[in-house]
């Protein structure tokens, strides 16, 4: 089972530059997609039904903002849509899919910058955080097989960052959000990705879109897979896909056993 997510930084702008023939040409059972930032109502028919996919969207109330879709070869058996308080939902940043045993999280989380660029809202987004965390536990101590996957807004640590000590004090690699990313590994998460390459450098998944700056490969790596430890035994492979362009953020992957759904 090959599962990918990816940030497309607004559906229909990704839809122009290739991305159903990506899509179909990736032979994923499961993809997430972040920031769609289109209604529900108005995502393009011809994006809303693709032949061999299922889809599900969620949108935030606020127009153009958030929003995050799934498209599976493998129908899904249900999807909620809520974290339960109202502040949360509102943002359409939150789809939680069941595919037998297995659970797919697919999850654009809070940006900790405000409007006047500065980290006023860290807060809502390590609440957030915390709420799936919550709401995932009970799942996760009966051993189901669980993935929390999408952009994270969080570089975890300073191996997932070009440049850590310039971007000690922004957001996406306080110190306070970087706690909340051990917290969730010191409870039995694993990064997918750092399973298999626990020293890989410079493997970024988002870059500013300031010229030059992903040619010299000054990124984060903020696109994270995280597994539960019951899913750990089914997993098989996970990558970043850098040679994917259409957004400022590039695809991650993950593999598992089939069996995982059992």
Not at 15 to 33: C, M, P, Q, S, Y
Not at 34 to 49: G, I, W, Y
Not at 76 to 100: M, S
Request: charged share 30%; hydrophobic share 35%.
């Amino acid at each position: 089972m090959r599962i990918v997510s990816w940030n497309v930084n607004g559906l229909r702008a990704v839809a122009k530059k290739g991305f159903t023939d990506w899509l179909k040409a990736e032979r994923a059972d499961i993809v997430g997609l972040q920031e769609t930032r289109v209604p529900v109502s108005d995502v393009p028919s011809d994006l809303a039904k693709l032949e061999g996919f299922h889809t599900h969207f969620v949108a935030a109330q606020k127009a153009g903002y958030s929003g995050v879709g799934l498209y599976t070869r493998r129908p899904f058996d249900n999807v909620e849509t809520t974290l339960g308080l109202k502040k949360f939902d509102d943002e359409g940043r939150y789809q939680i899919a069941r595919f037998g045993r297995l659970i797919v999280v697919n999850a654009y989380f809070p940006n900790g910058s405000g409007q006047e660029r500065d980290n006023s809202r860290v807060p809502y987004k390590l609440a957030f955080k915390k709420r799936i965390h919550k709401l995932l536990e009970d799942e996760k101590k009966k051993g189901t097989p669980i993935i929390v996957m999408g952009d994270w807004n969080t570089a975890p640590r300073d191996i997932d960052i070009a440049r850590p000590k310039e971007n000690a004090k922004t957001s996406g690699f306080l110190p306070e959000e970087r706690q909340e990313m051990e917290r969730w590994y010191n409870t039995g998460w694993v990064d997918s990705f750092r399973h298999f390459h626990p020293e890989a450098k410079d493997r970024y998944s988002w870059w500013s879109q300031r010229f030059g700056v992903r040619e010299k490969n000054v990124g984060w790596r903020i696109d994270l897979a995280l597994v539960s430890p019951g899913a750990i035994p089914y997993l098989r492979h996970a990558d970043i896909h850098h040679d994917v362009r259409g957004s400022d953020h590039c695809p991650i992957s993950l593999e598992l056993d089939d069996g995982v759904v059992g």
